[in-house]
């Protein structure tokens, strides 16, 4: 699409150097997959944080006031004239400001390979750089549904792209049909057979309809299903503990368990910051994650957290790594998406020690 529009594409040197490339480039426009997205509103949030207290209480205030602007102009379609007024002098005190570290020209993104959170999804609405997140696979050649300017609903991966049709299976798995779907496997007619049948192919993701836009749930292979007969999807869960200012990632597990338990990776500048105010000492991060009073701190952030989640998606226990997962230590997809089994298997033992006395 890049080429057959006569645009110059350019691809980022690194994650790491993503903020650098777009103040080279100036892009007016950004594909990416949601961990990019995630650490860039982490950023801004953590920049704000520092901010001192008048310039802090303005950018919450713009954001607040952008996200009733947002809401009001593209879900609702009535967006108040005093509204109106009210998000032009946010735009231009904080918002402006904000896009200018993207390059200055950036007018949208758009983001798949993975559910965004819908937080973040409006965040970047707000600040005037709309993030559309569609939907598809590698079979479906790959797109299949899109958000737009017109159709949007935020959480939402869009509603279904020119004859393709999407319908929703008993056990909530999503199956299409349309022109962009693959004619099969190549010399794989046993696997053909078992994806495509009666000519809609099996996503293996799990989600709904509603009002023809399409929400992901997550991937039917990654479904957790409890001792207690539960099927949870882990990755909303993951989303809302990355959304706490001191977690950077998550990972949920708990299948055939009697409960949910969780691997998370802290933020390290917040995790370093609290530690000079607390004046801990410590040997290194390994060190760190293991003290008393960091482990009271997270105790304190997830139980906030579970109160925001129904009983049987609560976790009852988690362990802190020192160390993000990354895609050299092959605990990430080249799209960030966590290798559910890489991690299983490496951080075992860690896993097995929150289960280890659950019968007391």
């Known amino acids: 699409m890049t080429i057959c529009n006569g645009a ?7 994650i790491e150097k993503v903020s650098e490339n777009m103040l080279e480039v100036k ?31 303005l950018f919450h205030w713009a954001v607040d006031v952008g996200k009733r602007f947002i809401e009001a102009k593209y879900v609702h379609k009535k967006p108040s004239a005093l509204l109106g007024i009210e998000y032009a002098v946010a735009d231009r005190l904080v918002f402006s400001k904000i896009r200018a570290k993207f390059g200055g020209n950036m007018k949208l993104f758009c983001c798949g390979g993975a559910p965004l959170d819908k937080t973040i999804n ?4 707000v600040i005037g750089i709309p993030i559309f997140e569609g939907y598809g696979l590698t079979e479906t050649s790959p797109a299949l549904t899109f ?57 293996g993701d799990i989600g709904h309809l509603e009002d023809n836009f ?18 949870i999807p882990p990755q909303p869960i993951e989303n809302e503990l990355k959304m706490d200012k001191y977690v950077s990632s998550a990972f949920v597990y708990g299948d055939r368990k009697p409960y949910l338990t969780a691997l998370i990776v802290p933020n390290l500048e917040r995790l ?12 290194d991060l390994d060190d760190l994650v293991m003290h008393e009073p960091v482990q009271k701190l997270f105790e304190q952030r997830i139980a906030e957290i579970n109160g925001r989640l129904a009983h049987y998606e609560t976790i009852k226990k988690f362990a802190l790594l020192p160390h ?37």
């Open 27 to 57: 892009p007016t426009l950004m594909v990416s997959v949601p961990r990019l997205f995630e650490k860039i509103y982490q950023r801004i949030f953590e920049n704000a944080h520092q901010m001192p207290v008048v310039k802090r209480n």
């Open 214 to 231: 399409l929400y992901i749930t997550d991937r039917k292979k990654e479904l957790i299903i409890t001792a207690g007969g539960k099927n």
């Open 272 to 283: 370093l910051e609290f530690a000079k105010e607390r004046h801990i000492h410590y040997f």
């Open 8 to 14: 110059l594409m350019a691809f980022a040197d690194s």
């Open 147 to 203: 958000n737009n300017f017109d159709n949007v609903r935020f959480g939402s991966v869009g509603t279904a792209l020119e004859q393709t049709e999407i319908k929703i299976a008993e056990d909530g798995e999503i199956l299409v049909k349309g022109p962009q779907l693959m004619l099969g496997y190549y010399n794989d007619p046993i696997a053909t057979a078992e994806a495509i049948q009666d000519g809609w192919f099996k996503t």
């Open 122 to 125: 409006e965040f970047f609405w």
């Open 324 to 360: 993000d997962f990354s895609i050299e230590n092959g605990e990430l997809t080249p799209t960030l998406k966590l290798r559910r089994k890489v991690i299983t298997e490496k951080y075992k033992f860690k896993i097995e020690d929150m289960y280890a006395d659950h019968s007391n």
